[in-house]
């Protein structure tokens, strides 16, 4: 059965303080793993896409990589302004047929 | 606005209640999801659509009843809906629903529901 997982579940911490979240995964037939971000009260935002191990992306202050089990978002001198939900998704493809598996998250606070 | 606009942002109804939730892209996109968001879960696929097509029903109740008039609208029909059916409803759409190279999908701000 296709899961995702994300750890931890919540973060805390200082402005300037960097860290790492964390998404493990087992999928058939991966297609993809996305991140999203999510701000209280809407949709999630889409940030990246990975389509293979070793491939990295980056977004100002946000660094993806991929790994064949899973993937991490490491956050460098984080400001408060990042404070938000992150989400792990994996695309899978199956008989004419893709789904977007999604984990439950890692809510992240960023304190000044 | 990310291009997908969902109405209302808030509702709240009753069990004995008909209403309907609303979603509308202008990004060309083909395809459409409604997903469903409550606290400490995962997000969780409801309905597909692929050309105005529903190619997916993920084992959603019938009090749920999903209409796609066209390519750029999608509706979310609710009825006798229970305490628990409360959650963030979400809709999305993404350029095909299968093959091509993976894309993002593009999500709505969702429509906050309370069943009372």
């Known amino acids: 059965e296709d899961q995702v997982t994300q750890s931890p579940e919540a973060l805390r911490l200082q402005e300037g303080e960097s860290s790492s979240l964390n998404c493990s995964y087992t999928v058939s037939g991966l297609r993809g793993l996305f991140w999203y971000r999510q701000d209280p009260g809407k949709g999630p935002e889409f940030l990246f896409t990975?389509?293979?191990a070793g491939e990295e992306k980056e977004k100002e202050r946000l660094k993806a990589t991929l790994t064949k089990k899973e993937s991490f978002l490491h956050i460098t001198a984080p400001k408060p302004e990042d404070s938000a939900t992150y989400l792990c998704?994996?695309?899978?493809?199956?008989?004419?047929?893709?789904?977007?598996?999604f984990g439950k998250g890692t809510k992240l606070t960023v304190n000044p | 606005e990310t291009g997908v606009t969902q109405t209302p942002r808030h509702l709240v109804m009753g069990m004995t209640n008909k209403k309907s939730l609303k979603c509308e892209q202008h990004?060309?996109?083909?395809?459409m999801y409604w997903y469903k968001q409550s606290a400490k879960k995962p997000l969780e696929l409801m309905f597909v659509?692929?050309?105005?097509?529903?190619?997916e029903n993920n084992s959603v109740p019938s009090r749920f009843s999903p209409e796609c008039p066209n390519s750029s609208h999608l509706f979310l029909h609710l009825h006798t809906l229970q305490p628990e059916d409360s959650a963030l409803y979400l809709c999305a759409s993404s350029p095909s629903h299968a093959g091509g190279p993976p894309m993002g999908y593009t999500f709505g701000s969702g429509t906050r529901l309370t069943v009372v």
């Open positions: 998704a994996v695309r899978r493809v199956q008989g004419g047929s893709e789904k977007l598996v």
């Open positions: 990975l389509y293979s």
């Open positions: 659509y692929s050309l105005e097509e529903r190619v």
């Open positions: 990004l060309g996109h083909n395809a």
